[in-house]
């Protein structure tokens, strides 16, 4: 397994100092792997998503801190979170079209490993609404469950997902 020695942390800190370098280092380092997740949810919208993004990277870096989890996670979770704010403004996924499946990743991670030994159902429950923003009603619909099994599996496997990484 790859060990980063990024420090995100440390150039989150330096963001919120206003250094450019920092941002620019920050920009350079993730960009690539930001646009991969963003075209894997939005298409060819990704490169406005990773725009708006970094956009809030910098103007709020000072509000990070690490009591509310790692650096990283803090700049993916903003990611996310404006990547289903644009799901919500366009049109809704048609229940019935296939989704486009997400690029596989470039290492084995305790979380890759831990999601290939998931079951097709909620490893599948898990990609649509991570990615593509589904909640539990468009997964049941879509997965041809009821919304109760669908919940219940998707906690269990994110239960089972937070003891493999922690492990």
């Not at 380092?29 to 406005?48: F, K, N, Q, S, T």
């Amino acid at each position: 397994m790859t060990v980063s020695v990024f420090d995100y942390e440390g150039e989150l800190s330096a963001c919120a100092a206003g250094d450019r370098t920092a941002f620019e280092a920050l920009y350079a380092h993730e960009a690539p792997a930001m646009l991969a997740l963003g075209r894997a949810m939005l298409g060819e919208r990704a490169e406005d998503l990773v725009h708006e993004t970094f956009v809030l990277i910098w103007r709020n870096a000072a509000g990070y801190s690490p009591a509310i989890g790692t650096a990283r996670a803090w700049i993916y979770s903003i990611l996310r979170y404006r990547a289903l704010a644009h799901l919500r403004q366009g049109p809704r996924p048609d229940p019935a079209r296939p989704l486009p499946e997400p690029a596989k990743p470039r290492a084995h991670t305790r979380l890759t490993e831990a999601l290939d030994r998931l079951p097709e159902g909620p490893r599948a429950a898990l990609r649509l609404a991570y990615l593509h923003g589904l909640d539990y009603p468009q997964l049941a619909a879509r997965l041809g469950g009821t919304e109760d099994a669908v919940r219940t599996e998707t906690r269990r496997a994110l239960a089972q997902l937070d003891q493999a990484i922690l492990a």
